[in-house]
Each structure stands twice: as structure tokens, then as C-alpha cells.
């Protein structure tokens, strides 16, 4: 369980594919095994996991990509998406959302573009 945003909504997943699919998430659920090896039976904590700062739709977005391999945007979360994949290291998404980004790229979006490419993680 993710409680995502300000809204606190509740995001439901499961942890072997958010695992499989992605080291970040990976580190994030393993956390607090004590003795992974030596204990096989140890079960990570169920959460819930806070994650304050990124908006419910764009999270939504990245877990539709760990399930589908495909995720569908729109010009309100396309660069939140762009960056959340950079921050999770998913290379398969960041490049859908570069392409959706040049096919869709608007002047009144150009200077928020232009923003997030050079603004730091």
C-alpha cells in the first residue's frame, strides 16, 4: 500500500512485480529484512509507504507501466511522469514520455518543458 500526494490517496500494488520491475522499488520494499538470507522466511513491512510528494495520477501512471509496459499520458503529467522515471530509473518509460512529450509539445508548454530538462533530481 502507497498513500500518494497531499490527498493521502491509498494505492494498492503488489510487491513481487513492483520488485521485479524496478531496483528502486526493489531497495524501497526490502527495507527492513533483517537477515534476508539468513531468515528466507522474512517478509518485508506491508507499508503503507508515504509518498508525499508525487501526485496519485502520476504515480498511477508509473505503476500502470511496471504492469503493462505501456502507460497512458496526457500534457497535465507527461514531464511528472518524465521525472519520476528518471528518479525510479526506468529508461522504458522515460522514453515514452520523451516521445509524447516531441509529439505533443506546445508553446504554452515549451518553458515547463525547458524547466524540468534542466532542473536537477
Avoid at 531496483?23 to 534476508?36: N, V
Avoid at 539468513?38 to 495520477?57: M, R
Avoid at 502520476?58 to 503493462?68: D, H, M, R, S
Avoid at 521525472?83 to 529508461?91: A, I, M
Wanted: aromatic share 8%; with cysteine.
Amino acid at each position: 500500500t502507497f498513500v500518494v500526494g497531499r490527498e493521502q490517496q491509498k494505492v494498492f500494488a503488489h510487491r513481487c512485480v513492483l520488485a521485479c520491475r524496478c531496483q528502486a522499488f526493489q531497495g524501497m520494499l526490502s527495507q527492513g529484512l533483517t537477515g534476508s538470507e539468513d531468515s528466507p522466511g522474512s517478509v518485508p513491512p506491508q507499508g503503507p509507504f508515504i509518498l508525499g510528494n508525487v501526485q496519485p495520477e502520476v504515480f498511477l501512471a508509473v505503476i500502470e507501466f511496471l504492469y503493462t509496459n505501456s502507460v497512458t499520458l496526457n500534457s497535465r503529467i507527461a514531464l511528472d511522469v518524465l521525472t519520476s522515471s528518471v528518479e525510479y530509473g526506468l529508461q522504458d518509460l522515460c522514453k515514452l514520455c520523451v516521445k509524447f512529450i516531441k509529439d505533443t509539445l506546445s508553446v504554452e508548454q515549451v518553458c515547463e518543458a525547458l524547466q524540468v530538462s534542466v532542473t536537477p533530481l
